[in-house]
């Protein structure tokens, strides 16, 4: 069974805080997407990878960074945790020959205080 | 730019019955519709999509969604509802050439028994 593993379901961080989200995908997906999803705002993308060390800015970018070192993993950095940030992360990946269709990850839920 | 509209927070429906979850778009070109869907505390699931050919698509767990052009929509329906198919419904364009998504604010779907 395909799959999209989020490290962490859960995480409460200080204001300042470094934090590390991290995705692992065991489909040899070439495409990794990071979303955030926020009640009545959907989901909004924050950064996308088509391939090892590529990325790509999605909608809301500012105050995050991602890293591609190796196909399967994709991960969130947030360099410096603020409240607005407090929010479901949401992981997901897809193969370019099947557009569209996302694998989801079971999210990370981030509240930082 | 592309953008979703999804024009409920908030669909009821008893048991049985017929449900339609709405969805309008916004895409330069040709559309790619997606319907996603989000159980309690669980990542998204992919339910079906449009991508080219006969209107009406089918899906996963019996739904099934129709696509009309002239009215920029994607409804989604399911002939008879069960209360198993409460969730969280999304829908989703992409235009063209994107790799990336742009989901709708989500529809709160409440089958009641």
């Given amino acids: ?113 | 730019a592309q953008s979703v509209a999804q024009p409920e927070d908030q669909v009821n429906v008893a048991e049985g019955n017929p449900l339609t979850v709405k969805c309008t778009y916004s895409v330069s070109g040709n559309p790619y519709l997606f319907w996603y869907v989000q159980y309690p505390n669980r990542g998204l699931q992919f339910l079906l999509k449009y991508i080219t050919g006969d209107n009406l698509v089918k899906g996963s767990y019996g739904f099934e969604a129709e696509f009309n052009k002239s009215q920029t929509s994607f409804h989604l329906k399911k002939p008879s509802a069960l209360v198993s198919d409460s969730a969280l419904y999304f829908c989703a364009s992409k235009g063209g050439s994107a790799r990336q998504l742009t989901f709708g604010s989500g529809t709160q779907l409440t089958v009641l028994p």
């Fill in chain 1, 1 to 113: 069974d395909v799959k999209v593993t989020q490290s962490s379901r859960y995480l409460v961080k200080r204001t300042g805080e470094k934090v590390f989200l991290e995705c692992v995908q065991d489909m040899d997906h070439e495409n990794m997407f990071w979303y955030r999803q926020d009640p009545g705002l959907g989901l909004r993308l924050i950064y996308f990878s088509y391939d090892v060390k590529m990325k790509e800015k999605g909608d809301i970018p500012e105050g995050y960074s991602v890293s591609r070192e190796k196909k399967e993993r994709f991960s969130l950095i947030l360099e410096s945790a603020s409240t607005n940030q407090t929010s479901m992360y949401l992981c997901a990946s897809s193969s370019p020959t099947r557009a569209g269709e996302l694998f989801f990850g079971e999210g990370s839920r981030l509240t930082v205080l």
